[in-house]
């Protein structure tokens, strides 16, 4: 398994600035991925994040609203750029780890609130 | 395109009681099959896994789940509930490849009264 661990547990930010999430793996990983949870929702998956590339984003997730580093194989980061009430939601990055066969691990999540 | 249902939003049981919560998703293929559960104020935790081999797979705390390929199900069961199974249970599925992206159900909120 991987330890995962997030900063900030939680924000509550004002519309139109932004906020970037950090995720931090306790082993080195290929892939990386960030989800939302939307209030009462299941997990919708916004991209993955592999090093040493570009993200992939889903549909309905682009770019410019959500950029997404992942400068090595323990940590990556996902902004949320010009925020709306909409967004207020809980974001997770998830790892699939080494020595595992197609088994996602999830971070403790990070509670966003957009006033 | 590929989906995942879960047909409880909530359910309620009482300490010993037994308990299944149904799954079915949508995709024809060879798929692996997932449940997760995410306790109060905790993050999402592996509860069990089905790749490949004997369609009735044991997970951790008592928990084992069914696939049934006719069905396109994947239940999740346990014989007798504890009053610290009270949780969120998450049903994903991918379809058989390491590129696919994990689809997820809906969630079902397990409420045990003691």
């Known amino acids: 398994s991987a330890v995962i661990s997030q900063k900030p547990s939680r924000d509550i930010c004002q519309r139109g600035t932004s906020l970037t999430i950090q995720c931090q793996v306790d082993?080195?990983?290929?892939?990386m991925f960030w989800y939302r949870q939307q209030p009462g929702q299941s997990l919708t998956l916004i991209a993955t994040?592999?090093?040493?590339?570009?993200?992939?984003?889903e549909s309905g997730f682009v770019i410019d609203k959500f950029p997404i580093s992942r400068p090595n194989l323990t940590f990556s980061t996902l902004t949320v750029s010009n925020m709306s009430p909409e967004d207020s939601s809980i974001y997770l990055c998830?790892?699939?780890?080494?020595?595992?066969?197609?088994?996602?691990?999830f971070g403790p999540g990070t509670r966003l609130t957009v006033l | 395109a590929q989906s995942v249902s879960q047909h409880n939003h909530h359910v309620i049981l009482s300490e010993a009681a037994s308990l299944e919560l149904g799954c079915n998703y949508s995709?024809?293929?060879?798929?692996?099959l997932f449940w997760y559960v995410q306790y109060p104020g905790q993050h999402l935790q592996l509860l069990l896994k089905?790749?490949?081999?004997?369609?009735l797979v044991k997970g951790i705390k008592g928990f084992e789940a069914e696939f049934i390929k006719s069905k396109f199900s994947f239940n999740l069961r346990k014989p007798s509930v504890q009053w610290s199974d009270t949780a969120e249970y998450f049903c994903?599925?991918?379809?058989?490849?390491?590129?696919?992206?994990?689809?997820f159900g809906s969630g079902t909120r397990l409420s045990i009264r003691p």
């Open positions: 998830s790892v699939e780890a080494s020595g595992t066969t197609d088994t996602q691990y």
């Open positions: 082993s080195q990983v290929t892939m």
């Open positions: 994040a592999n090093q040493g590339s570009e993200a992939t984003y």
């Open positions: 995709y024809g293929g060879t798929v692996n």
């Open positions: 089905y790749f490949s081999g004997d369609p």
């Open positions: 994903a599925v991918r379809k058989g490849s390491s590129a696919s992206k994990i689809i």
